[in-house]
Nanobody
Framework: VQLQASGGGLVQPGGSLRLSCAASGFTLDHYAIGWFRQAPGKEREAVSC????????YYADSVKGRFTISRDNDKAAVALQMNSLKPEDTAVYYC????????????????WGQGTLVTVSS
């Protein structure tokens, strides 16, 4: 599965962005999807993921209450709605897919999209 992440950009603190992860020629409803991010000089970390079975979700503590992961109605994409953005959310955001159970462990994912840069700055 080839993934495409989009929606990044420059936003002021407190602002919102909506990232989208889409697959070329495939729907994503049979895949668990994870969003990960990597800030400059830091290791990549899990942000959020959504199950491919029961719709369960995971959020990192740092984004709980601010970010929401969702599948669109035709399962063609998975969105990450990011509200109340903070400068520490600045990172390259990646989406990834797996047919395994959803997990915050990036090693469980085997299809990755290119990253999209999110910059939160005034």
């Amino acid at each position: 599965v080839q993934l495409q992440a989009s929606g990044g950009g420059l936003v002021q603190p407190g602002g919102s962005l909506r990232l989208s992860c889409a697959a070329s020629g495939f729907t994503l409803d049979h895949y668990a999807i994870g969003w990960f991010r990597q800030a400059p000089g830091k290791e990549r970390e899990a942000v959020s993921c959504v199950s491919n079975t029961d719709g369960s979700t995971y959020y990192a503590d740092s984004v709980k209450g601010r970010f929401t992961i969702s599948r669109d109605n035709d399962k063609a994409a998975v969105a990450l709605q990011m509200n109340s953005l903070k400068p520490e959310d600045t990172a390259v955001y990646y989406c990834a897919a797996t047919r395994r159970l959803y997990s915050e462990n990036e090693n469980e994912y085997y299809s990755w999209g290119q990253g999209t840069l999110v910059t939160v700055s005034s």
